[in-house]
C-alpha cells in the first residue's frame, strides 16, 4: 500500500542532488565568479597570468552557473532611456532632397523655378515659381516613392506628396515611418550596447522596453551619471567646409548652410557659418583613440575608411589655406587650417578636452554615433556597500527564518517535523540550483520571496500532516493513515500552489525590476516547495516507515 | 511530548458572532477608505515621479542643517528623515531625502542631483550617497498604471480560477476576502504613512497569493465535507471545515510569521516597508478567510441539490 516504485525514487533523488550541485557554486560566489569570467577571457583569446591563475579556482566538470545578483544587491547604475524616433524622420526627409531637386528640375517647363524652403520637422517643402504646374510637380515628385514591404499594407510607398499652392510638401509615410522607429531602435541598442562593452563593464543588461525605451543596467559601475556619459550623447561626427563666422545667433543663412557654435568656452559667442552638407561623417571612422597632442594636451586620434580618406583627402588637397570645421553633436569643436593636404587617412582632433572627456570621445566615435538622442526618464544609482549589507541582512533574516521554523516544526510533529526540515533544506538548494540553471536574477524582495518561501513551505507538509493525525484517530493503522493523508491533503495542496503561481506569473508580466525579480524567486519557489513537499518528504516517510514497520505512529 | 496550538479536536464555534465579525470587517473597510481618501497614501517617487537619495555619514544626521542647505535650491517639496535600523553599526548615520519631479522636466534631470550632492557635502564633507533614484514623471504615470493592471488582473484570475474549481459563491466570497485584504492593507499604509512604492504592490499581490492560499485551504475541507454530511445545515458543516482545518492554519501562518519577523527585525530597513505589507496582509488575510469568506458563502448559501446543473463542480475532481 505505502509505495513509491523504485524508479520514482531513483528519480527523485537524481533530482535532489541535480539540485544540490547547481547550487554549490553559490556558496563559492567570488571564486566562481572569476573563474567564470577568466574562462570567457581565455575562450576570447586573450590570457593574462591573472586569468590563468584564476582558471584554476573551480574545477571545470562540475556546475559553474551562479545566480545573478541584482542591481540592488551588486550596485550599479539603472537607466530607462527613451530613443526619439521622431529625430531621424527630419535627417531621412533631408536625404531626399537631391533626388527631389533633380526630379523637378525634369519639370522645369510646367512648373519652373524651384527653392527649398526652411520647414520645421519632418517635411521637405519646396516652393515653385508656376503654381498651375503643381499636378506635374508632384507627378514627378510621386515617381520617386519606393514601394516597402510590410505585413498589413498592401502597396504603401515610403513617400507622401503633396502639393498646395506653390508650395510642394514631402513626408514620410506611416508605413515608413514604421519601419524606419524599427530601425532606430535596433541601432540605437548595438550602439549602447558596444559603447557599454568597450567601457568593459561585466554583464551589461540592454533590453528594448516596448516601442521606443531601452533599458540599461550596469553592475559595478559608480554612477547612473558615468553611465549616462557614455550613452547620452549622440556622438555625431562630421567635417564640414567653413563658409564664414559670425557672432550673432540670429544670423540668417542660407538653406543650405548651418549656424553652429563654438565649443571651447574661451570662444564663447561665436559662431560658424558651414557648408550643410558634410565632407565626410562619423560613420566613416574605423578608429579612434584617446591620445595627447604635440603640446600634451588630450587629444582623439582618428582613422578613415578608404572611402572616408579619399573623400577627405580630395577635399583638404582642394582647400589648402583655408579652414574646416570638426562638429561634434550641434558644436564646433575644432576648426584648423588646412596646412598641407591630408591624404594619409588618420588625424587627431584636439578640442579643449580633458583626459576623460577624451577617453569617453574614443570609445563613443569607436562605437558609432546614435542614430536618435536619449531622454533620460528614469536613472538609479546603488552603492555596492548598500548592496552587500542588504545580502549581509537577507542571508541572517533567513538563517534565524529556518532556524526558527525548524524548531517550531520539530517541536509540533517530532520525527516528521525534521523530515520536513530535510525537505526545507532541499527546497533551498533547489531554488538557488534552479535560479541558477535559468540565470534568473536574485533581487533584494528576492530574498524576501525565498525567505516568504521558507516560512510558506512548510504548510504543503502541515496539511499532510495535519491530515495523517486526523487519520490516525479513525484508526485505520499507520500505513494507511499516512497513505490517506497524502492523498487527501493532495487537492488542498495543488489548489493552493496553483492560485500562488498564478499570482507570481501576474507579476512577472507585468513587473520590472525587482519586482520581476521577486516575481521569479516566489515561482520558482512554489514549484521546488511543492515538489519536495509531495515527494520528497513523502520519499522520507515512506523509507523510514519500511525499514522501522511502526505498529504506531506519533505525528 | 508535542507542542500543539490548538487541543486535537476543537469545537470553537465561529460563525456565533459572524455579525459582529462582519460588521468589524465592513467597519475597518470603510475606515481604511475614510484614511486613504483624507490622509492619502505616502507614495514613492515610483508613482510622484522625483528623486530620492540615500545618505550616510559617520557624522550624526542634522535634518535641520540639510533642510537649510537645500533650501536656496528652491527644490519645491523636500521630504528628509533620519533611518535607523538595528543592523547599522554604531557610526552609520543614514537620512532618506526625497525632492519631487522638478515642474516641467519631462525626464530626469542630473543637474538638480548633483547641486543637491553638492550641497549636502557642504554641510558634512563626509557624507556620500549610497543610492540616487530618480524616476521621471512619464515613467511613473505609467507605474501607477502598471500597478493597478497588476492588482486587477490577480483579483480576476483568483475569482476565475475558484469559480473553475469550486462554485461562483466560493469565488465570490474568496475575492470579497481577497478585496477586503488589500484595502485593509492600503488603510495601514494611510494610517502609519509607510512609504507606498512599487515594491509594496509586490507586496500586496504576495499577500493576495497567501490569502487565497489560507481561503482555499478551508474551502477544499468544505467541499469534502459538503459531500460527506449532505443533510447537515451549512453553517455547522463549514464551522466543522474551519475546525478541523484549524490546527493548519495556525500552523502555517505561525511559521510565515516567523520567518517575516526574523525579516521584519534582521533585514534591513531598505525592505522594511515591503515586509511589513506582507507581515499585515498574512494576519489580515488569515482572519478574513474565516470571517469573511466564509461569511460571504454563508449569505449567500450553497446549492446542494446533487440534480441542479450549477450544483456540484465540473472541474473540482481534476487531478486532485
Known amino acids: 500500500m505505502l509505495q513509491i516504485e523504485g524508479w520514482k525514487r531513483v528519480l527523485i533523488t537524481l533530482v535532489c542532488l541535480a539540485g544540490i550541485l547547481l547550487a554549490v557554486p553559490n556558496l563559492f560566489y567570488d571564486r566562481v565568479e572569476r573563474f567564470n569570467d577568466a574562462e570567457a577571457a581565455i575562450e576570447a583569446g586573450v590570457t593574462t597570468p591573472e586569468d590563468a591563475a584564476d582558471a584554476g579556482l573551480w574545477p571545470g566538470f562540475l556546475p559553474s552557473g551562479l545566480v545573478n545578483l541584482g542591481l540592488d544587491l551588486r550596485g550599479g547604475a539603472h537607466l530607462l532611456a527613451e530613443v526619439n524616433l521622431a529625430d531621424v524622420y527630419a535627417a531621412r526627409v533631408d536625404a531626399y532632397w537631391p533626388e527631389v531637386r533633380d526630379a523637378l528640375r525634369g519639370v522645369r517647363a510646367e512648373a519652373g523655378t524651384i527653392r527649398r524652403q526652411e520647414s520645421a520637422g519632418d517635411a521637405l517643402v519646396v516652393r515653385i515659381s508656376q503654381p498651375e504646374g503643381m499636378a506635374a510637380a508632384v507627378e514627378a515628385v510621386r515617381g520617386l516613392a519606393q514601394p516597402i514591404q510590410t505585413l498589413s499594407g498592401v502597396g504603401s510607398t515610403d513617400i507622401e506628396v503633396s502639393g498646395a499652392g506653390d508650395l510642394l510638401t514631402l513626408t514620410l509615410s506611416d508605413a515608413e515611418r514604421a519601419r524606419v522607429d524599427e530601425q532606430t531602435m535596433q541601432q540605437s541598442l548595438?550602439?549602447?550596447r558596444r559603447r557599454v562593452d568597450e567601457a568593459g563593464t561585466r554583464e551589461p543588461t540592454i533590453q528594448r522596453q516596448g516601442a521606443d525605451r531601452i533599458l540599461v543596467q550596469v553592475p559595478g559601475i559608480g554612477s547612473a551619471q558615468e553611465l549616462k556619459d557614455l550613452i547620452g550623447s549622440t556622438a555625431r561626427l562630421t567635417f564640414h567646409e567653413v563658409i564664414g563666422s559670425t557672432g550673432d545667433p540670429e544670423a540668417r543663412v542660407s538653406a543650405d548652410q548651418l549656424l553652429v557654435p563654438v565649443a571651447d568656452p574661451s570662444r564663447q559667442g561665436e559662431l560658424r557659418i558651414l557648408e550643410r552638407t558634410p565632407v565626410v561623417t562619423g560613420d566613416?571612422?574605423?578608429?579612434?583613440?584617446?591620445?595627447?597632442?604635440?603640446?600634451?594636451?588630450?587629444?582623439v586620434t582618428f582613422r578613415f575608411n578608404p572611402a572616408g580618406a579619399r573623400l577627405f583627402g580630395a577635399f583638404t588637397s582642394a582647400n589648402v589655406g583655408q579652414p574646416f570645421a570638426v562638429v561634434l553633436d550641434g558644436e564646433v569643436v575644432t576648426d584648423p587650417v588646412i596646412n598641407e593636404p591630408i591624404t594619409g587617412g588618420s588625424g587627431q582632433i584636439t578640442g579643449n578636452f580633458t583626459v576623460e572627456e577624451a577617453n569617453v570621445l574614443g570609445i563613443t566615435l569607436r562605437a558609432g554615433a546614435l542614430p536618435a538622442e536619449l531622454t533620460f526618464l528614469e536613472e538609479r544609482t546603488i552603492g555596492p556597500e548598500l548592496g552587500q549589507d542588504s545580502i549581509d541582512a537577507g542571508q541572517v533574516a533567513a538563517l534565524v527564518a529556518m532556524g526558527a521554523v525548524v524548531v517550531f516544526m520539530v517541536l509540533s510533529y517530532g520525527l516528521f517535523g525534521a523530515f520536513a526540515t530535510v525537505a526545507l533544506?532541499?527546497?533551498?538548494?533547489?531554488?538557488f540550483g534552479l535560479l541558477s540553471l535559468i540565470g534568473g536574477t536574485l533581487t533584494l524582495?528576492?530574498?524576501?520571496g525565498i525567505v516568504l518561501t521558507i516560512g510558506m513551505a512548510v504548510d504543503a507538509n502541515v496539511l499532510v500532516f495535519e491530515r495523517i493525525r486526523e487519520e490516525l484517530r479513525t484508526a485505520k493503522g499507520p500505513a494507511r493513515a499516512i497513505e490517506l493523508g497524502y492523498e487527501k491533503a493532495l487537492s488542498a495542496i495543488v489548489d493552493a500552489n496553483v492560485t500562488t503561481f498564478i499570482i507570481a506569473v501576474i507579476l512577472f508580466a507585468l513587473g520590472s525590476g525587482p519586482v520581476r525579480g521577486f516575481a521569479i524567486t516566489l515561482g520558482v519557489g512554489i514549484l521546488t516547495s511543492a515538489f519536495t513537499a509531495i515527494f520528497v518528504t513523502r520519499l522520507l516517510v515512506v523509507m523510514w516507515f519500511e525499514r522501522r514497520r511502526p505498529k504506531t505512529i506519533e505525528v | 511530548m508535542r507542542l500543539r496550538l490548538v487541543p486535537q479536536e476543537t469545537n470553537f464555534d465561529f460563525f456565533r458572532f459572524r455579525n459582529a465579525t462582519f460588521g468589524a470587517s465592513i467597519v475597518a473597510v470603510i475606515a481604511s477608505l475614510v484614511l486613504w481618501l483624507t490622509v492619502g497614501l505616502n507614495f514613492g517617487i515610483d508613482f510622484l515621479g522625483g528623486t530620492t537619495i540615500r545618505t550616510e555619514s559617520a557624522a550624526a544626521v542634522d535634518v535641520g542643517a540639510y533642510r537649510a542647505a537645500l533650501e536656496p535650491l528652491a527644490l519645491g517639496d523636500v521630504v528628509i528623515s533620519e533611518v535607523f535600523d538595528p543592523t547599522f553599526a554604531p557610526d552609520q548615520n543614514v537620512a532618506q531625502i526625497r525632492v519631487q519631479a522638478q515642474d516641467g522636466a519631462e525626464a530626469v534631470t542630473s543637474d538638480t542631483v548633483?547641486?543637491?550632492?553638492?550641497?549636502?557635502?557642504?554641510?558634512?564633507?563626509?557624507?556620500?550617497?549610497?543610492?540616487?533614484?530618480s524616476v521621471g514623471p512619464k515613467v511613473s504615470g505609467e507605474l501607477v498604471t502598471t500597478a493597478l493592471v497588476a492588482l486587477g488582473a490577480a483579483i480576476a484570475a483568483m475569482l476565475v480560477y475558484i469559480w473553475l474549481r469550486f462554485e461562483w459563491q466560493f469565488a465570490v466570497g474568496a475575492v470579497a476576502a481577497l478585496v477586503h485584504d488589500v484595502i485593509l492593507t492600503i488603510g495601514i499604509f494611510s494610517l502609519l504613512q509607510i512609504r507606498f512604492d512599487l515594491a509594496t504592490i509586490a507586496a500586496l499581490l504576495t499577500v493576495l497569493g497567501y490569502s487565497i492560499n489560507d481561503t482555499v485551504v478551508i474551502f477544499d475541507r468544505l467541499r469534502e465535507n459538503l459531500i460527506k454530511f449532505k443533510k447537515t445545515p451549512l453553517i455547522e458543516v463549514m464551522n466543522r471545515s474551519v475546525n478541523e482545518t484549524l490546527a493548519r492554519t495556525l500552523m502555517t501562518s505561525g511559521t510565515t510569521l516567523l520567518a517575516l519577523i526574523a525579516l521584519l527585525v534582521l533585514g534591513g530597513d531598505v525592505i522594511r516597508g515591503f515586509v511589513f505589507a506582507i507581515f499585515w496582509g498574512v494576519i489580515v488575510g488569515t482572519y478574513s478567510s474565516v470571517y469573511v469568506a466564509k461569511n460571504v458563502v454563508l449569505m449567500l448559501g450553497v446549492d446542494r441539490d446533487p440534480k441542479s446543473p450549477d450544483a456540484g463542480t465540473q472541474f473540482a475532481d481534476v487531478d486532485a
Request: aromatic share 4%.
Open chain 1, 284 to 299: 566613416d571612422l574605423t578608429d579612434a583613440q584617446s591620445a595627447f597632442d604635440q603640446n600634451g594636451r588630450p587629444a
Open chain 2, 114 to 133: 548633483a547641486s543637491i550632492e553638492a550641497a549636502l557635502q557642504g554641510v558634512d564633507p563626509s557624507i556620500t550617497f549610497p543610492s540616487v533614484e
Open chain 1, 445 to 448: 524582495p528576492g530574498i524576501a
Open chain 1, 190 to 192: 548595438e550602439v549602447i
Open chain 1, 425 to 431: 533544506g532541499l527546497n533551498v538548494a533547489l531554488i
